[in-house]
């Protein structure tokens, strides 16, 4: 399992607007990712938004390819929908309109991960 982490740069003071547009926000139909020819590649595990000031960082739980989890952000409409509504609070104007431009933001936005770890799924008494 992997995790990724997207930055957003947000106009201060607008932290309650913000989590407002989030908490409307409309979850995929499914956490299984699919490529072109409709194989499943992955999983969507879950994702969690952070903010502070001006900097806002979506975190991504997944399994697979994050270029898969990008690809299929950019198809879902709830996706688009909030992007919409997020651009008057983003520092920089930012064009996600079609897939490839959306990929280039995501790529462009992710943070560097120095560090992951995770508990082991079995109990030390079975051992």
Known sequence: MTYA???YRVKPGHEDEIAEIFGDFQRLGTSVLRDEQGNEVG?????AVFIKDDIMIRVIHYEGDLATVSATMAKHGGVH??????APYL?????????????????????????????D???????
């Open 121 to 127: 799924p079995e109990p030390v008494e079975s051992r």
């Open 91 to 119: 520092q920089q104007r930012r064009d996600t309109s079609t897939t490839d431009k959306f990929g280039e933001y995501f790529r462009n936005s992710t943070m560097r991960c120095i560090s992951q770890l995770s508990a």
């Open 43 to 47: 999983r969507l595990l879950g994702t």
């Open 81 to 86: 929908k909030l992007e919409k509504e997020l």
């Open 5 to 7: 982490a997207i930055t």
